[in-house]
T-cell receptor
């Protein structure tokens, strides 16, 4: 069965420090992986995706994610966190043969402190 | 592009009443998804359509819930009768299964409160 795990409910980071939000996955076949961000009272916004190619994927707002096949991970990173990055982050994996159905992780709340 | 449009943005209703949530997907997208988000259960997929046909409704919680997609530009999620435990934020999302984009785009959601 395909699944996604986000092992941390919350990540706390000081502004200006690098941040990492963790995600591991389990799929059959090649993984199609995604990160979304949700700000308060808003819908989920697409940040970036890995389909194939370079293991380091760059996305919106300065975020990037590193695909690691051996560790089945797809961690979200940013070199320097901003207070405005504080939000709920979701990792997702596409279900093969599922018309772009995504399985979402439980979400990780990122809190960036001034 | 206007993005995914949902209406109403907020709905407050009394238990037992019928509630209809509406969604207009992004033009050209042929897959549409309905989700529900609560603090307790997180983000749940309720049902999804491809080319206006329901593909998987296994996430629909009860027979009180129904969804339709009469054409490529409109979908509804109906709850009849509504109950307090249906209170949640309901999201609609759309994507294109024909191209190589894969990602879903979400609407702003409808916050439903059932009293």
């Amino acid at each position: 069965a395909q699944s996604v795990a986000q092992p941390e409910d919350q990540v706390n980071v000081a502004e200006g420090n690098p941040l990492t939000v963790k995600c591991t996955y389990s799929v059959s076949g090649n993984p199609y992986l995604f990160w979304y961000v949700q700000y308060p009272n808003r819908g989920l916004q697409f940040l970036l995706k890995y389909i194939t190619g370079d293991n380091l994927v760059k996305g919106s707002y300065g975020f990037e994610a590193e695909f690691n096949k051996s560790q089945t991970s797809f961690h979200l990173k940013k070199p320097s966190a901003l207070v405005s990055d504080s939000a709920l982050y979701f990792c997702a994996v596409r279900v093969s043969g599922g018309y772009n159905k995504l399985i979402f992780g439980a979400g990780t709340r990122l809190a960036v402190h001034p | 592009d206007a993005g995914v449009i949902q209406s109403p943005r907020h709905e407050v209703t009394e238990m037992g009443q019928e509630v209809t949530l509406r969604c207009k997907p992004i033009s050209g997208h042929n897959s549409l998804f309905w989700y529900r988000q609560t603090m307790m259960r997180g983000l749940e997929l309720l049902i999804y359509f491809n080319n206006n046909v329901p593909i998987d409704d296994s996430g629909m919680p009860e027979d009180r819930f129904s969804a339709k997609m009469p054409n490529a530009s409109f979908s509804t999620l109906k709850i009849q009768p509504s109950e307090p435990r249906d209170s949640a934020v309901y999201f609609c999302a759309s994507s294109s299964s024909g191209g190589a984009t894969w990602e879903q785009y979400f609407g702003p959601g409808t916050r439903l409160t059932v009293t």
